[in-house]
């Protein structure tokens, strides 16, 4: 499969599994995620050769409709954002934190593209949905330059790029005991 993503997120379960099925049908593509989200969102992830995702995406938005929030095609998604996704990197010690929290997931999904393409930070953990309100929230880690410059990418990007940023914060030297909770 190639490296670019297709990232949905609606307000409608029912046309969520619609949507996924229609963009299976559409492209030639693999589906990473389809799956409810708190409250009562769904989101969806695929990966595939551009041209295919963007064909999938959409067919998947014709069918989803007025239930279709936000969407995003990644061409060349970095490599960091996919790890994180199935896993969480410990924050090491001496290293400053930045935290985006996005009132969309599939725009958390983005702005982790974004941090990790725009300088030399390691995304620790992207959250989406579950237990957050249907948000997203994206903890990176690295040298507080590195971390205040990726940061400011999106906050600068946001309105064009329709990104929903909430929040932002850079913690310069954060707390040794707040590690074992990012």
Same mark, same amino acid.
């Given at each position: ?20 099925? !229609? =963009?299976?049908?559409? /492209?030639?593509?693999?589906?990473? %995620?389809? !799956? ?14 551009? /041209? ?5 995406? *959409?067919?998947?938005?014709?069918? !989803? /409709?007025?239930?279709? %929030? ?8 970095? *490599?960091?954002?996919? *790890? ?9 010690? %001496? ?15 983005? !702005?982790?593209? =974004? ?11 992207? %959250? ?48 040794? *005991? ?5």
């Amino acid at each position: 499969m190639g490296k670019t993503i297709g990232l949905a997120e609606l307000t409608s379960i029912t046309y969520g599994i619609a949507a996924s099925d !229609a =963009m299976l049908k559409a /492209g030639q593509v693999k589906l990473l %995620r389809s !799956a409810p989200a708190c409250p009562g969102k769904y989101l969806i992830l695929i990966a595939g050769d551009t /041209g295919e995702v963007k064909a999938a995406m *959409e067919a998947g938005a014709e069918i !989803a /409709g007025k239930h279709l %929030r936000n969407s995003y095609v990644i061409p060349h998604i970095h *490599e960091q954002v996919l *790890e994180v996704l199935s896993t969480r990197k410990k924050v090491e010690a %001496r290293e400053a934190v930045g935290i985006l929290e996005c009132s969309m997931m599939v725009s958390a999904l983005y !702005a982790a593209d =974004m941090v990790a393409k725009e300088a030399a930070v390691r995304l620790c953990r992207v %959250r989406l949905g579950q237990g957050i309100g249907g948000k997203g929230v994206v903890i990176l880690s690295g040298d507080v330059g590195a971390v205040k410059a990726a940061v400011n990418a999106v906050v600068k990007g946001c309105d064009a790029l329709n990104l929903h940023l909430q929040e932002h914060y850079v913690i310069p030297n954060p707390d040794p *005991e707040l590690l074992d909770f990012l």
